[in-house]
């Protein structure tokens, strides 16, 4: 499949572009640009001052931030079909974490003057814009009640089971993840999520393999 195939299927199911025709897909496509990016290389460093949406066409990456200690937090693993960025559209602050490549990725890019004139031609764009910046909002007080309400093996099923994708039948995380990653995303200490991932994995729940982590069976509801 061509890269402009693929951006404007891709663009077809994003939710800000999602009521558009083809022909406003195809004008959509047109102001965008299209991106190379290998692994490892950083798209976006906290606190520096961007105008683009990013979205991810095929690869992957990694928003995190860094703690007082300089220790990395990992917030969300990005795949395809995935984009960030539209805040900054909006309000120009500084960007809010870093996002590195962590694997390499095609990236299209819609730079703010562009997005502004998409949304002036598609209200509709607008629309949909102000319901997902809800629907992260929502999703971080979410996170939040999680951190202050439940303990942390529940945190970390939850982290595991929100990134896993259902195959057969089993439950398949499709790149592996360190435990320090997965303590990051849970907002635990590595200490603990490596005991509870390695009681997890001795008692046969789940494996950690070359690019995957599996799931095995139904996690047990306690620890």
Not at 26 to 35: E, F, P
Not at 73 to 82: K, P
Not at 94 to 117: C, L
Not at 155 to 184: G, Y
């Amino acid at each position: 499949m061509s890269e402009i195939k693929l951006l404007k299927e891709i663009l077809a199911n994003i939710p800000l572009f999602s009521n558009l025709t083809a022909e406003g897909i195809d004008n959509v496509a047109k102001l965008t640009q299209i991106q190379t990016c290998l692994k490892n290389v950083s798209v976006i460093n906290e606190g520096d001052i961007s105008d683009s949406l990013h979205i991810i066409l095929s690869g992957r990456a990694k928003v995190f931030f860094n703690d007082e200690q300089g220790e990395e937090l990992t917030l969300q693993n990005l795949s395809e079909g995935d984009y960030f960025g539209e805040m900054s559209l909006l309000d120009n602050s500084p960007r809010s974490a870093s996002i590195t490549i962590s694997e390499d990725a095609s990236v299209a890019i819609i730079s703010k003057d562009n997005f502004m004139q998409c949304m002036h031609q598609y209200p509709d764009i607008a629309i949909n814009l102000s319901i997902e910046l809800s629907r992260r909002l929502r999703l971080t007080t979410d996170n939040l009640k999680d951190i202050a309400l439940t303990d942390g093996y529940s945190r970390i099923t939850k982290t595991l089971l929100h990134m896993a994708e259902l195959k057969k039948d089993k439950r398949v995380i499709p790149r592996k993840l360190s435990h320090k990653e997965i303590a990051n995303m849970a907002g635990t200490s590595r200490e603990m999520a490596s005991r509870i991932l390695d009681d997890l994995t001795r008692g046969g729940y789940l494996s950690f393999e070359d690019d995957k982590i599996v799931i095995h069976k139904s996690l047990p509801g306690g620890w």
